[in-house]
Each structure stands twice: as structure tokens, then as C-alpha cells.
């Protein structure tokens, strides 16, 4: 079955860093694109950023470039989403979704997102 | 970006209506729409690709349709289960990936 386990509850300061985690499972872990997505309370779901585990190439929504980092380790089929210095209006659910790719025939490649994590909360307080 | 809008923000229907749900992006997109339920508490769950596709094991009383900047998400016959709230999102183009606000499925 494939699945994405992600890292439990965070509750940090503001200021502090914090890595969250997102292990795949069931298939090959460097074929498919990983894709984090935030939900702040109450709201909608924004993508946040992408990268290819193969090798990898990262693209971050510009709302979020900057802010955070992606990155992944093969050898343990997990990727990561990391801050270095949080504030209150981190505070979210952030899940991560395997993205599954679709070729066209002139070659262009488009990616939708069709596993997702259970998702980790993240609270962001003084 | 690519805007996409919902409507309506919230529906109240009872079980067995059929019930639609539109998405309009602020450009084309082509076919590269999906849709995804989200219950509370959960994670969000593709339902449907490439704005049509159905994924594997969703009901079939789910379908999509639409291209270009038009698109909807039908229900044929309204279950309790499906109580949930809905996205569409646009894959088009990747700078950023864009959601819709979502549409609030109830219970009448």
C-alpha cells in the first residue's frame, strides 16, 4: 500500500527552527515528485512547494520561497519541510502528497497531487 | 497565478439530490484540473484528474466536467458521506499551483 507517514504534533516558540517529516512507503520513493501543502485554521489548502526526490530540484510557490526549505533523503525514502526561524503565523496543518505525473503527447509534463500524509499540526507560540 | 474560484461557498442539499459544484480559473488551464474532498479532520482525497478522470476507487456518482476555464463537479445522488468540503485546483502551471476557496457540502 503506498502511504505517507508524516511527523507528529510540533508546538514551538517564535524565533525557534523546527523539520517536519514525510516518510513514503509502497513505491519507489525516488520516482515521484513530493509536493507540501499548508492549511492554516479555518482555510483553504495552499501549495507551498515541490521537489524531485531523484534528484533534488525544488520549486517553491513564491508566498513561501524564502521562508522555507525542502529537501529529501533518498536512503530513508523521506522528505522534509524546515524553518529556520518560525512566527505565530506558521501555526497550520501541513501535509505532504505524492504527485503523479501525466506526459502529453508534444512532451509537456503536468503533476497532480494523489497520496497525501495524515498531515502535522504545527503550533507556533510564545 | 492562476486564480480559480469557487462557487458557491457553501451548499446545503438533502440525500439524494444531485448536486453541482463549479470552479472557474482565471485563465485556461486546459483539462488540468483536479478536485479533491477533504472531511473534517482528514487529509484531502483526490477524487478526480485531468478534470474528468476518475480516480480508482471513488464512487462513480462522482464525475467532473469542463476545459479551458470552466468546470464542475457533480454528484448524481447525495450520501450522508459525503458531507465534506471540495477543491479544485489547477495543475496548469506549476508557479504556483493554485486551489479554489472550497465549497462546504451540507446536510439539508
Known amino acids: 500500500e503506498v502511504q505517507l507517514v508524516q511527523s507528529g504534533a510540533e508546538v514551538k516558540k517564535p524565533g525557534e527552527s523546527l523539520t517536519i517529516s514525510c516518510k513514503g512507503s509502497?513505491?519507489?520513493?525516488?520516482?515521484?515528485?513530493i509536493s507540501w501543502v499548508r492549511q492554516m485554521p479555518g482555510k483553504g489548502l495552499e501549495w507551498m512547494g515541490r521537489i524531485d526526490p531523484s534528484d533534488s530540484y525544488i520549486n517553491y510557490s513564491p508566498s513561501f520561497q524564502g521562508h522555507v526549505s525542502i529537501s529529501v533523503d533518498t536512503s530513508i525514502s523521506t522528505a522534509y519541510l524546515q524553518w529556520s526561524s518560525l512566527e505565530a503565523s506558521d501555526t497550520a496543518m501541513y501535509y505532504c502528497?505524492?504527485?503523479?505525473?501525466?506526459?502529453?503527447?508534444?512532451?509537456?509534463?503536468?503533476?497532480?497531487?494523489?497520496?497525501w500524509g495524515k498531515g502535522t499540526p504545527v503550533t507556533v507560540s510564545s | 497565478d492562476f486564480r480559480m474560484t469557487q462557487s458557491p461557498s457553501t451548499l446545503s442539499a438533502s440525500v439524494g439530490d444531485r448536486v453541482t459544484i463549479t470552479c472557474r480559473a482565471s485563465?485556461?488551464?486546459?483539462?488540468?484540473l483536479a478536485w479533491y474532498q477533504q472531511k473534517p479532520g482528514k487529509a484531502p482525497k483526490l477524487l478526480i484528474y485531468?478534470?474528468?478522470t476518475l480516480e480508482s476507487g471513488v464512487p462513480s456518482r462522482f464525475s467532473g466536467s469542463g476545459s479551458g476555464t470552466d468546470f464542475t463537479l457533480s454528484i448524481s445522488s447525495l450520501q450522508p458521506d459525503d458531507i465534506a468540503t471540495y477543491y479544485c485546483?489547477?495543475?496548469?502551471?506549476?508557479?504556483?499551483?493554485?486551489f479554489g476557496q472550497g465549497t462546504k457540502l451540507e446536510i439539508k
Open positions: 485546483q489547477q495543475y496548469a502551471s506549476y508557479s504556483p499551483y493554485t
Open positions: 502528497a505524492r504527485m503523479i505525473v501525466t506526459m502529453t503527447e508534444d512532451s509537456y509534463y503536468y503533476y497532480h497531487m494523489n497520496v
Open positions: 509502497g513505491y519507489s520513493f525516488t520516482s515521484y515528485w
Open positions: 485563465q485556461s488551464i486546459s483539462r488540468w
Open positions: 485531468e478534470a474528468s
